[in-house]
């Protein structure tokens, strides 16, 4: 009995001793896969290979010393910190200035030079140079550098501002060579353009005299404040009208009563005019320009023949007209040349203007209207641009101007109609029944 209690406690180990070494093995190789480093084991005993480097037993529950992996897991490796590496300062750099490339500058504002880092004061200051030589303050704060003109730079003039490589910044490094830039002050007051245009004809009555400065004149500012602003042109002959600012460097003048017609004016900006940086327009800027004159858009009745005697004549012009210079310029001739007496009526914009005969007309006479270039415009100083004449006929007294077919023709076609032509317009209401006769009487008319 002992003997197999024995057999089988002993096939009973060696059952888990084989159990324990292919649990090992898999664990090896799980380890391996993850790229860890497993301790070898010794076969049967699952004892460590190297006794005297095995860890000592612990608790359960008990954590392994820090960097050491617990009993049974690969040991954990612990990387060292990386240290930051520390940049070396650069030279300063300019990032940019004012003013700026192609920018104007005004004849008092301060130069600005920028720089990419702090700048030393005293070495920086030292570095910078302008020329034409300019007297000024110069302040150096932070990465900022700020030239002031003690006196107002010239006009249009060219300056050429100079930093040497001894400029330093704070940290000691000095600029890598000489930095250099131009600039250009800013001009005169100038007139850019003029609406009309110098020389400018045929311009209408209801345009608005405009002249554009080349640089800002008056500040912004609202409509209540306009009186307040300077008002530049000189009109001549004088217009009654308003001035506006339209921008700063835009002004526009409106008359009363429109421009005049047929009639030249002179458009004058004195000198003396300030810029709002203090630019003086030098010269007086001129200009002139004519409007346009009267003319005649058509006569009534249109159609010169055949006028009905009692029919009046009327003009229609391309604007209002003086009525009293327009009805002394007017006549009407009889065909034997002697004026026709009438009257004249004017519709409400004195545009157009009928006349009517004192006396019926002539049946089938020649009459000749006419206006001479003394007809002036409502609002001006020329007259009608050129003379205009209308010539027509009265209607002629009814009588038959021939008939078809002619008295007595022969062989006419039994179908052939009967035409009767007059010397003038009929009225159809009075051709009755009696009026024309065909002997012998037709069977069918």
Same mark, same amino acid.
């Given at each position: 009995?002992?003997?197999?209690?024995?057999?089988?406690?002993?096939? =009973?180990?060696?059952?888990?001793?084989? %159990?324990?070494?292919?649990?090992?093995?898999?664990?090896?190789?799980? !380890?391996?896969?993850?790229?860890?480093?497993?301790?070898?084991?010794?076969?049967?005993?699952?004892?460590?290979?190297?006794?005297?480097?095995?860890?000592?037993?612990?608790?359960?529950?008990?954590?392994?010393? /820090?960097?050491?992996?617990?009993?049974?897991?690969?040991?954990?490796?612990?990387?060292?910190?990386?240290?930051?590496?520390?940049?070396?300062?650069?030279?300063?750099?300019?990032?940019?200035?004012?003013?700026?490339?192609?920018?104007? =500058?005004?004849?008092?504002?301060?130069?600005?030079?920028?720089?990419?880092?702090?700048?030393?004061? @005293?070495?920086?200051?030292?570095?910078?140079?302008?020329?034409?030589?300019?007297?000024?303050?110069?302040?150096?704060?932070?990465?900022?550098?700020? $030239?002031?003109?003690?006196?107002?730079?010239?006009?249009?003039?060219?300056?050429?501002?100079?930093?040497?490589?001894?400029?330093?910044?704070?940290?000691?490094?000095?600029?890598?060579?000489?930095?250099?830039?131009?600039?250009?002050?800013?001009?005169?007051?100038?007139?850019?353009?003029?609406?009309?245009?110098?020389?400018?004809?045929? /311009? @209408?009555?209801?345009?608005?005299?405009?002249?554009?400065?080349?640089?800002?004149?008056?500040?912004? %500012?609202?409509?209540?404040?306009?009186?307040?602003?300077? =008002?530049? !042109?000189?009109?001549?002959?004088?217009?009654?009208?308003?001035?506006?600012?339209?921008?700063?460097?835009?002004?526009? $003048?409106?008359?009363?009563?429109?421009?005049?017609?047929?009639?030249?004016?002179?458009?004058?900006?004195?000198?003396?005019?300030?810029?709002?940086?203090?630019?003086?327009?030098?010269?007086?800027?001129?200009?002139?320009?004519?409007?346009?004159?009267?003319?005649?858009?058509?006569?009534?009745?249109?159609?010169?023949?055949?006028?009905?005697?009692?029919?009046?004549?009327?003009?229609? #012009?391309?604007?209002?007209?003086?009525?009293?210079?327009?009805?002394?310029?007017?006549? !009407?001739?009889?065909?034997?040349?002697?004026?026709?007496?009438?009257?004249?009526?004017?519709?409400?914009?004195?545009?157009?203007?009928?006349?009517?005969?004192?006396?019926?007309?002539?049946?089938?006479?020649?009459?000749?209207?006419?206006?001479?270039?003394?007809?002036?415009?409502?609002?001006?100083?020329?007259?009608?641009? *050129?003379?205009? *004449? #209308?010539?027509? *006929?009265? /209607?002629?007294?009814?009588?038959?101007?021939?008939?078809?077919?002619?008295?007595?023709? *022969?062989?006419?076609?039994?179908? =052939?109609?009967?035409?009767?032509?007059? @010397?003038?317009?009929?009225?159809?209401?009075? $051709?009755?029944?009696?009026?024309?006769?065909?002997?012998?009487?037709?069977?069918?008319?």
């Amino acid at each position: 009995m002992p003997d197999r209690f024995g057999s089988e406690e002993t096939m =009973q180990a060696s059952r888990l001793s084989r %159990t324990f070494s292919i649990v090992a093995i898999i664990v090896l190789l799980i !380890l391996t896969g993850c790229g860890g480093k497993a301790t070898p084991i010794a076969p049967e005993t699952g004892a460590p290979a190297n006794a005297a480097q095995a860890p000592s037993a612990q608790a359960p529950g008990a954590q392994a010393p /820090v960097g050491q992996a617990p009993v049974g897991q690969a040991p954990v490796t612990t990387a060292a910190p990386v240290p930051t590496p520390t940049r070396p300062p650069l030279p300063p750099t300019v990032v940019s200035v004012r003013p700026d490339r192609g920018e104007e =500058q005004f004849i008092a504002a301060p130069v600005i030079v920028t720089f990419d880092q702090p700048m030393d004061p @005293a070495s920086t200051g030292s570095a910078f140079s302008i020329e034409p030589s300019v007297p000024g303050d110069i302040v150096v704060d932070g990465n900022q550098l700020t $030239f002031t003109p003690k006196v107002r730079l010239e006009r249009s003039k060219e300056y050429r501002v100079v930093l040497a490589s001894n400029a330093t910044s704070t940290t000691g490094l000095a600029l890598q060579g000489d930095v250099s830039f131009k600039f250009v002050t800013a001009g005169f007051l100038s007139v850019s353009s003029t609406q009309p245009v110098d020389g400018a004809t045929d /311009v @209408a009555a209801d345009s608005t005299i405009t002249v554009a400065f080349n640089r800002p004149v008056v500040p912004l %500012t609202s409509e209540a404040d306009q009186d307040a602003l300077p =008002q530049p !042109l000189v009109i001549t002959p004088t217009l009654a009208g308003r001035g506006t600012w339209v921008n700063t460097s835009l002004y526009r $003048f409106t008359a009363n009563n429109g421009l005049a017609a047929s009639t030249t004016y002179s458009v004058t900006v004195a000198a003396g005019l300030e810029d709002t940086t203090g630019g003086v327009l030098a010269e007086p800027h001129t200009f002139s320009f004519r409007t346009t004159d009267p003319t005649i858009l058509r006569w009534t009745p249109e159609n010169p023949a055949n006028v009905r005697i009692e029919r009046p004549i009327s003009v229609t #012009f391309s604007m209002p007209m003086d009525p009293a210079s327009t009805e002394a310029a007017f006549t !009407l001739l009889d065909p034997d040349g002697e004026p026709v007496p009438g009257t004249f009526n004017w519709n409400a914009d004195a545009t157009e203007v009928g006349f009517k005969p004192s006396e019926i007309l002539k049946f089938g006479a020649r009459y000749r209207a006419g206006i001479d270039t003394a007809a002036k415009a409502f609002n001006g100083e020329g007259g009608l641009r *050129e003379a205009g *004449e #209308f010539v027509f *006929e009265t /209607v002629k007294l009814p009588r038959v101007e021939r008939v078809e077919p002619a008295t007595g023709s *022969e062989r006419v076609s039994p179908d =052939q109609s009967v035409r009767i032509v007059f @010397a003038s317009p009929m009225n159809p209401a009075t $051709f009755v029944t009696d009026t024309v006769t065909i002997l012998p009487k037709p069977t069918r008319v």
